[in-house]
């Protein structure tokens, strides 16, 4: 998308956020670890953990995710695809963020916003597009496993990039009273609403993202949508049932 294009609402400032190209390290960032999850930076799955592995089942504390959450997050314990680094669980079917530690033990959770579009893929291009140029249909956050990376829009503040070449980052939600509403709203009916980007509370961003990127960094698992979990990640076993024994 054209940084120096401006906008005064609400979705340009957002976008804004988006409109980056030259803090990211690039992409032998990517090629660090390889993932073993179906991702946008892997199109051939890695070969499955084995069944036989040890069990681990993710702590989430008081919280009650949803099964697809609990899965993912279980199975990441389990398998260790976060190679000794924190990790988070987007789920956009409830418009939560989860922020685990190395070690699976949650550090937070948060409500989140989320790209307007409902959908799993990027639109190929939209992040080079004009504000203007983008559709309502390519407005999404898409699901995939990323690494984490700390950089900054172009207003100068720090934000944790998801997938750079799209302009998908997490941010603190912009001061705008209709997405600060939303965001309070007990409701995951309303979380919809922005270009793609993951806002989030400034004290979880502050508090817990933030400190989890800067110190060791992250593996980000943004859950699917419109397709089923084993679709997007290679969670081929089901630690599901294994990591309830291993709990009692």
């Known amino acids: 998308m054209n940084a120096e294009r401006t906008h005064s609402d609400s979705d340009t400032a957002e976008i804004t956020d988006g409109l980056r190209k030259g803090l990211l390290l690039g992409a032998a960032v990517l090629v660090l670890v390889l993932p073993p999850a179906i991702s946008h930076f892997s199109s051939t799955p890695a070969p499955a953990q084995h069944a036989g592995a040890a069990v681990r089942a993710a702590d989430f ?3 009650q995710p949803s099964p697809d959450a609990r899965h993912m997050a279980n199975w990441v314990a389990t398998s260790r695809d976060n190679k000794s680094m924190s990790f988070v669980i987007v789920d956009k079917k409830d418009a939560k963020v989860y922020v685990f530690d190395p070690q699976a033990q949650l550090k937070a959770a948060a409500p989140a916003l989320l790209g307007s579009a409902i959908g799993d893929d990027t639109a190929p291009g939209v ?3 004009p504000l203007d140029k983008v559709l ?4 999404t956050t898409p699901a995939g496993r990323f690494i984490a990376e700390k950089g900054q829009d172009t207003r100068g503040e720090d934000v944790v990039w998801v997938d750079y070449d799209a302009g998908v980052s997490m941010h603190r939600v912009l001061k705008v ?11 995951k009916d ?6 793609g980007c993951i806002n989030l509370p400034p004290e979880f961003f502050e508090g817990a993202l933030r400190p989890a990127v ?9 859950l699917p949508e419109t397709r089923p ?5 290679a969670s081929y076993y089901d630690v599901d049932a294994r990591a309830e024994v291993a709990q009692h």
């Open 61 to 63: 504390g008081s919280e």
């Open 177 to 187: 009273p209709e997405r600060l509403a939303s965001l309070e709203s007990p409701s």
């Open 136 to 139: 309502p249909e390519e407005k």
């Open 127 to 129: 992040g080079d597009k």
């Open 214 to 222: 800067l110190q060791g960094g992250a593996v980000i698992y943004i």
């Open 229 to 233: 979990l084993g679709a997007t990640f």
């Open 190 to 195: 309303d979380n919809r609403m922005s270009f």
